[in-house]
């Protein structure tokens, strides 16, 4: 029997993400786990409703396995202050819960779009250089989201960075591998999915 996990995200996020894990599952498991996204209103939930919808999705009708939190820890707000205080806080919130996962994109999603630069270059019509070695340490001063914006305003195309649009085109037929091995959080999110349905490990 396949394994449920719940994988709480953006909106945006989910179309642009949960497709290329898919793919990159197919390789690395015997039997593929049922990935339920559930789209938030632009972010996760905090406190209380945080634990209620953990709670809900373990013990509903179909219930999950296991429920993965992934939050920016950029979020427009100071709720974070960096990758361990998002988990560790994730983790209060929902109370002792072994099968509550929580992840980080480090400082936000758009992170790990950067290890395509070669994409984002064709796709903006840029000849810019990436802005960091490490996608990671892209934070707070100048999110990765703001980074791709200016790409893509700078370029010969003159549009600006919409995620539902851009994010899918810079992911499509992208290994995920790829921005895993230069974005460690993406990593640890994708060796949680591993372990969960007996994968091989990044």
Known sequence: MSVRIAILVEGATEKALLPVVRDFLVSRVDRMPKLDAVP??????????????????????????????????????????GAADAKQKMRQWVGEETRFYPHVAL?????????????????????RQAPSA????????????NVLNDVFMSGSRRKKYVKPRDAVRILRNNDIAVAAAACPEL???????????GGRLL
Do not use: M
């Not at 400082?107 to 070669?118: G, K, R, T």
């Not at 996608?135 to 990765?144: A, F, G, M, S, T």
């Not at 990593?187 to 349905?197: A, E, H, S, Y």
């Open 107 to 127: 400082h936000e999603f758009e992170a790990w779009l950067l290890p395509y630069w070669s994409d984002i270059q064709r796709l903006a019509g840029s000849s």
């Open 40 to 81: 938030c209103r632009g972010r996760i939930p905090k406190s209380e409703e945080l634990r209620r919808q953990v709670r809900n999705l373990l013990s509903g009708r179909t219930p999950a396995d296991a429920v993965i939190a992934l939050t920016d820890v950029y979020t427009g707000t100071n709720d974070f202050t």
């Open 134 to 145: 490490n996608p990671e340490l892209v934070n707070h001063d100048r999110p990765p989201a």
């Open 187 to 197: 990593k640890k999110f994708l060796n949680t999915i591993l372990d969960l349905c």
